[in-house]
């Protein structure tokens, strides 16, 4: 059978050439294209013999495109407009009372059914643990939540505890932003969710942040995030990717 040639496109930190690798088949990957510099550093690293070009695919197959059409231009203004967008730290802790009002627009508590799903989902023996995917020597402090996060988003945090067998998807606006981009991990297991959550009523801003610091939450490394996303011990460059964690748009596998 003759090797596939394969033009890598969106090519992140390799996640389809390592795929193709593992996989066996014959293949060549001719060439790689993104243009996110992070993912390429990372990229070049573990695959240093692959053309990587760090262009857009209207750039590479030379369409004529208007300002206004660049999709490149549309994602940039579309998180600076999340960045810009100021949310005051108005939540309401107590799950008896009903947020109103404009501003509460942070407030969000999980049903019934979504706390059963996560205990079933926990309770599957046939998935490993998250504490199979952690690194063991990091220093954690360059990852927990900052108290003004933690203040401002509590209600909206996934936390998983290393005995979890589950996590959101992780995307990469993690470590950016906070809703919907993935699972943060809670490091002291002896420390009980609920209690802490259900203490938060009435307390002052102080009060409430020195409670939720008790559950020493912190983002999932690049590295961890790799191993979940089945990514090979051997895959490397990790130390140049810490101080960006919104690195997860390379962690792709398509």
């Not at 943060?184 to 969710?193: A, C, G, S």
Request: one cysteine or more; hydrophobic letters at 35%; a negative charge.
């Amino acid at each position: 059978m003759e090797a596939l040639r394969v033009l890598e496109l969106y090519s992140g930190i390799g996640g389809m050439h390592q795929a193709l690798r593992e996989s066996c088949v014959p293949a060549q990957v001719v060439a790689a294209v993104d243009v996110n510099t992070v993912a390429n550093e990372v990229y070049k690293y573990n695959f240093p013999h692959t053309p990587l070009l760090a262009k857009t695919i209207e750039v590479l197959m030379e369409f004529p495109q208007t300002e206004s059409e660049h999709p490149q231009k549309h994602a940039i203004d579309a998180e600076k407009k999340i960045e810009e967008k100021k949310i005051e730290p108005n939540i309401c802790f107590d799950s008896s009372t009903q947020c109103s009002g404009k501003e509460a627009i942070l407030f969000k508590l999980e049903t019934a059914g979504e706390i059963d799903r996560k205990h079933q989902q926990d309770s599957d023996l046939s998935v490993r643990m998250l504490r199979d995917f952690l690194e063991d020597d990091i220093d954690m402090n360059s990852y927990f939540l900052p108290p003004k996060s933690l203040l401002r988003y509590a209600l909206l945090l996934d936390i998983v505890k290393p005995t979890s067998r589950r996590s959101t998807c992780f995307t990469k606006g993690y470590g950016r932003y906070i809703e919907g981009t993935g699972s943060v991990l809670q490091t002291t297991e002896d420390v009980q969710i609920e209690t802490i959550y259900k203490s938060l009523t009435n307390l002052s801003q102080e009060e409430k942040i020195t409670r939720l610091l008790m559950l020493q939450l912190r983002f999932f490394t690049p590295k961890e995030i790799a191993n979940l996303l089945g990514f090979p011990p051997e895959f490397g460059m990790w130390d140049t990717c810490r101080p960006q964690l919104s690195l997860i748009k390379g962690l792709k596998i398509h």
